[in-house]
């Protein structure tokens, strides 16, 4: 009986809608899968943010869009996105209906895609008041970068731990039981993302601080 062996590679992005299966479960069977000792290679990866400057907005509409800060002059917005990737290795008789899937490989990628600096347009580019809010607002940015790069030693600890818990599976359905396994796996890496955001929160207030602000005032007579 001829067997065979084969590579599917599943990803799933914050912001892209994905679509479940409704009803039962692929059914799945971990004893009936002879075990694997190839180990499953982790990546996690951050790509630096690289923030756009807008200074076309008015103060106004900055204080409403930072809420709780009192009569900010500048305003760094970023949202992180994730990327979880998925690699099986699918093998089994072709001749039978359920495959036996064994994860291979999982990846993360990290990054701040639409990282905007903004800048009151009371101020013109190249002001001693443009250059300090901008110098202040960087400072954000550097933190969303350190936080990330702090903690990619924890993800691939993280991520290892996910990896042994996806023991062999055996399914009549093989891309759904893919898909339901990249699911949870997702669910579990938002939890993290959450978690590990606390930390970055934290920093970020330590600069959003009245003294802060007030250094950013001295600096610069024209506000």
Same mark, same amino acid.
């Given at each position: 009986?001829?067997?065979?062996?084969?590579?599917?590679?599943?990803?799933?992005?914050?912001?892209?809608?994905?679509?479940?299966? #409704?009803?039962?479960? #692929?059914?799945?069977?971990?004893?009936?899968?002879?075990?694997?000792? &190839?180990?499953?290679?982790?990546?996690?990866?951050?790509?630096?943010?690289?923030?756009?400057?807008?200074?076309?907005?008015?103060?106004?509409?900055?204080?409403?869009? %930072?809420? $709780?800060?009192?009569?900010?002059?500048?305003?760094?917005?970023?949202?992180?996105?994730?990327?979880?990737?998925?690699?099986?290795?699918?093998?089994? %008789?072709?001749?039978?209906?359920?495959? /036996?899937?064994?994860?291979?490989?999982?990846?993360?990628?990290?990054?701040?895609?639409?990282?905007?600096?903004?800048?009151? =347009? $009371?101020?013109? $580019?190249?002001? /001693?008041?443009?250059? #300090?809010?901008?110098?202040?607002?960087?400072?954000?940015?550097?933190?969303?970068?350190?936080?990330?790069?702090?903690?990619?030693?924890?993800?691939?600890?993280?991520?290892?731990?996910? %990896?042994?818990?996806?023991?062999?599976?055996?399914?009549?359905? !093989? &891309?759904?039981?893919?898909?339901?396994?990249?699911?949870?796996?997702?669910?579990?890496?938002? &939890?993290?993302?959450?978690?590990?955001?606390?930390?970055? &929160? +934290? +920093?970020?207030?330590?600069?959003?601080? !009245?003294? =802060?602000?007030?250094?950013?005032? $001295?600096?610069?007579?024209?506000?």
């Amino acid at each position: 009986m001829k067997q065979s062996g084969w590579w599917v590679a599943w990803r799933l992005s914050v912001g892209v809608a994905f679509l479940g299966v #409704a009803g039962q479960s #692929a059914a799945l069977e971990q004893s009936a899968c002879p075990p694997r000792d &190839k180990p499953v290679q982790v990546d996690v990866r951050f790509e630096q943010t690289r923030p756009f400057v807008d200074d076309s907005r008015s103060r106004a509409w900055i204080q409403d869009n %930072a809420r $709780a800060l009192h009569h900010p002059i500048g305003l760094t917005a970023s949202q992180l996105s994730h990327t979880l990737t998925v690699h099986f290795e699918v093998s089994g %008789a072709e001749d039978r209906r359920s495959r /036996c899937l064994y994860l291979r490989k999982l990846s993360l990628l990290l990054t701040y895609p639409e990282t905007k600096i903004y800048i009151a =347009n $009371a101020y013109p $580019a190249g002001s /001693c008041e443009y250059q #300090a809010i901008y110098r202040h607002e960087m400072e954000h940015v550097q933190v969303l970068n350190a936080h990330q790069e702090r903690h990619l030693s924890d993800w691939r600890d993280h991520l290892q731990e996910l %990896a042994r818990g996806v023991r062999p599976l055996l399914s009549g359905n !093989p &891309k759904q039981t893919q898909q339901e396994v990249l699911q949870r796996l997702d669910q579990k890496v938002r &939890k993290e993302i959450e978690r590990l955001d606390r930390y970055q &929160k +934290a +920093a970020q207030a330590e600069i959003d601080t !009245p003294q =802060n602000y007030a250094k950013v005032r $001295a600096s610069c007579q024209g506000w």
